[in-house]
T-cell receptor, first 117, second 114 residues
Framework: GAVVSQHPSWVICKSGTSVKIECRSL??????MFWYRQFPKQSLMLMAT?????????EQGVEKDKFLINHASLTLSTLTVTSAHPEDSSFYICSASRGSPDHNEQFFGPGTRLTVL | AQKVTQAQTEISVVEKEDVTLDCVYETRDTTYYLFWYKQPPSGELVFLIRRNSFDEQNEISGRYSWNFQKSTSSFNFTITASQVVDSAVYFC???????????FGKGNQVVVIP
């Protein structure tokens, strides 16, 4: 149980285009989903936290208009990188929580590798 | 603010050697959770352990063991008799009770040489 999927697993796009990444909890309802960004040989950096039906909470320094997050249902969150540029190339990872704050456990997706040419 | 420090960036060991990864954390809260994750070359994070701040018991799971010392704010991870499949990046992380936001350390790249 507690499987999280991401689609696509990798994407290559031209500079200036927008890319949408989907994160789905397959066998549980995720009240909270998280989006992380990881540059090569670096740690995971939290970009934003999203709760179903409400606006995402972005971390300091993350551009809200650049990285649009939608958490439309308890099993789906999407991250759209708008007008992507080469510096947006990175590994994007989502995670989902079942909403048990006393457990604080996040289940991670397999990641999406974005390359912007 | 919470902070997790993993000082060793890359560690190389010969197969069958033991390797210990250090994790030092900072938080003013008394209730928190500590985690270790493994990230193999494929990129997917693999959950290894969660420990809450009230449980200082050490844990062993197969070749993996963890030593939690609140007195030194450390949560160290040891791989015994390392194998090539253990080659990966290992992350230590912390979150506060009631707040799922994870603060990750920089990670330890472990390379097991056959």
């Amino acid at each position: 149980g507690a499987v999280v999927s991401q689609h696509p697993s990798w994407v290559i796009c031209k500079s200036g285009t927008s890319v949408k990444i989907e994160c789905r909890s397959l066998d549980f309802q995720a009240t909270t989903m998280f989006w992380y960004r990881q540059f090569p040989k670096q740690s995971l950096m939290l970009m934003a936290t999203s709760n179903e039906g409400s606006k995402a909470t972005y971390e300091q320094g993350v551009e809200k208009d650049k990285f649009l997050i939608n958490h439309a249902s308890l099993t789906l969150s999407t991250l759209t990188v708008t007008s992507a540029h080469p510096e947006d190339s990175s590994f994007y990872i989502c995670s989902a929580s079942r909403g048990s704050p006393d457990h604080n456990e996040q289940f991670f997706g397999p990641g999406t590798r974005l390359t912007v040419l | 603010a919470q902070k997790v420090t993993q000082a060793q960036t890359e560690i190389s060991v010969v197969e069958k050697e033991d390797v210990t990864l250090d994790c030092v954390y900072e938080t003013r809260d008394t209730t928190y959770y500590l985690f270790w994750y493994k990230q193999p070359p494929s990129g997917e994070l693999v959950f290894l352990i969660r420990r809450n701040s009230f449980d200082e018991q050490n844990e062993i799971s197969g070749r993996y063991s963890w030593n939690f010392q609140k007195s030194t704010s450390s949560f160290n991870f040891t791989i015994t008799a390392s194998q090539v499949v253990d080659s990966a990046v290992y992350f230590c992380a912390l979150s506060l009770y009631g707040n799922n936001r994870l603060a990750f350390g920089k990670g330890n790249q472990v390379v097991v040489i056959p």
